[in-house]
């Protein structure tokens, strides 16, 4: 297994909180040594997407993934196309990020639906419509399995092993696949075929996210901790990532609104470094 260093890693913008332009984080990304930052779309769309691409460039940093997609399933068929096609425009700008993924948290239930089944074929759908539009834009599609807490409306693709499945069936066998997966320990700690899926993964893991799971949590979604301060075991995770062929960068996304969410940027960024050597 690696030994990581800064450079060997990446930052998800959320990490930070969004409290500051994107920037201002940039260069605080770049100052504090990490070798690539992953901004999300509330930061990006709206703005010069050209402009930012190349003050990440021009920093110094990468771009593993590009978070996150609008959901997928809609109550109708003109919900669905819209869907669609705000993905599609979301892709483009991933494109113009020099991202080398598109991060796929797929959506859940829509509203009044009790039927998960057919929101998984809808996602199945949309994802083989947006595939071919992703090569036209030098972008890998990276589906992201959730912890199943949240079937019902941020993610009805709760398993590695669903996910991986739905790889296949939409693209089939490819030796340079363009539709993967992005792993969050934070989402597949618990599955106790975690190891199994992880080996099958290989070739199609295109992210790797790192936090904590705190125990208490006081919020399911917002507060995600520091690796090392909860009961993940991030280095084993790691090592079997590692063990399926991905030498990507390790991704820092920590969603906590009551700590590191409060504190100054660069102080969080210090401790995700500190933690990425000692915790991961």
């Known amino acids: 297994m690696r030994t990581l260093s800064p450079a060997d890693c990446a930052i998800n ?26 901004p ?51 892709i483009a700008d991933a494109g113009v990020l020099g991202a080398k993924s598109f991060v796929m948290v797929v959506g859940g239930l829509p509203a009044g639906s009790k039927d998960i ?8 759908e949309a994802t083989g419509l947006l595939l071919r539009h992703a090569k036209s834009c030098g972008v ?4 992201e399995p959730l912890h199943p807490v949240y079937a019902a409306d941020r993610s009805c693709l709760s398993l590695l092993s669903e996910a991986i499945d739905m790889c296949e069936t ?31 993964a290989w070739g199609r893991i295109l992210g790797f996210h790192v936090c904590d799971w705190l125990v208490p949590t006081a919020d399911v979604l917002n507060d995600r901790g520091m690796m090392g301060d909860g009961v993940i075991d991030v280095p084993r995770i790691r090592a079997m990532v590692e063990e399926a062929g991905f030498a990507g960068f390790t991704e820092v996304e920590i969603f906590s609104a009551q700590n590191w969410w409060k504190r100054p ?11 990425l050597a000692s915790a991961t």
């Open 13 to 38: 913008t959320a990490t930070l909180g969004f409290q500051a332009p994107i920037g201002e984080v940039i260069e605080a990304v770049a100052r504090a040594g990490f070798g690539a930052i992953a």
């Open 40 to 90: 999300w779309r509330r930061e990006v769309e709206s703005h010069d997407v050209a402009a930012i691409a190349r003050h990440i460039r021009d920093a110094g940093l990468a771009v593993p993934g590009y978070c996150r997609s609008t959901y997928i399933p809609a109550a109708d068929k003109a919900g669905f196309a819209a869907n669609v096609e705000a993905n599609r425009r979301a």
């Open 117 to 124: 089944a057919a929101a998984r074929a809808q996602v199945a």
């Open 140 to 143: 890998r599609l990276a589906l």
């Open 170 to 200: 939409v693209e089939g066998a490819a030796a340079d696949p363009w539709l993967g997966l992005c792993l969050d320990v934070y989402h597949l700690w618990w599955d106790p075929n975690l190891a199994r899926d992880i080996a099958r």
């Open 265 to 275: 940027m660069d102080e969080t960024l210090a401790v995700c470094a500190e933690r």
